[in-house]
């Protein structure tokens, strides 16, 4: 399963908003959204949500307070949802909040996953990754 790609959409009255539908087949199952690191919505298919899971479950190397911090972050803040018959989803209030979302979206391809951008962040964010990608690999190449 993979994603990329950058799509412009709007929320509706409702707060839904669709997904791209060449992704819709690959998220039927359904979706998890949980806040991004970056002020963005992280959208996880199921499956990816599950290995996220399972990888902190089994997690060693972090000492049990921390993780059981990390898990409180984490899950307290997801939502579980599927997507409608129109391929959209319904944006949680909270979600929208701390994302600053208020009407138009950018869905942007991050591999595995899918992160939902309020249009004004993502030009900013967009800007700032392109112009450090060819620094970032070529230290990836030393």
């Known amino acids: 399963m993979m994603f990329f790609g950058e799509f412009e959409y709007r929320i509706d ?17 359904g979706v998890v959204l ?6 963005c ?12 899971a399972n990888s902190l479950s089994s997690n060693g190397s972090l000492a049990p307070s ?17 997507i409608d018959r ?7 209030v909270p979600l929208r909040r701390y994302a600053g979302i208020e009407s138009d979206i950018v869905l942007a391809g991050v591999n595995n996953y899918l992160e939902m951008w309020s249009r004004e962040r993502w030009e900013s964010e967009k800007s700032i990754s392109q112009e450090q990608t ?9």
């Open 86 to 92: 129109q391929g959209r989803i319904a944006l949680p």
């Open 41 to 52: 919505i992280v959208i996880y298919p199921i499956a990816e949500w599950e290995k996220m």
């Open 34 to 39: 949980t806040p991004g690191p970056d002020a």
């Open 134 to 142: 060819w620094q970032i690999i070529e230290s990836m190449e030393k």
């Open 13 to 29: 009255e409702k707060g839904r908003v669709p997904l791209p539908p060449k992704f819709r087949r690959l998220l039927e199952d």
């Open 66 to 82: 921390k993780l059981r911090r990390l898990k409180r972050a984490i899950f307290s803040t997801a939502f579980n949802t599927k």
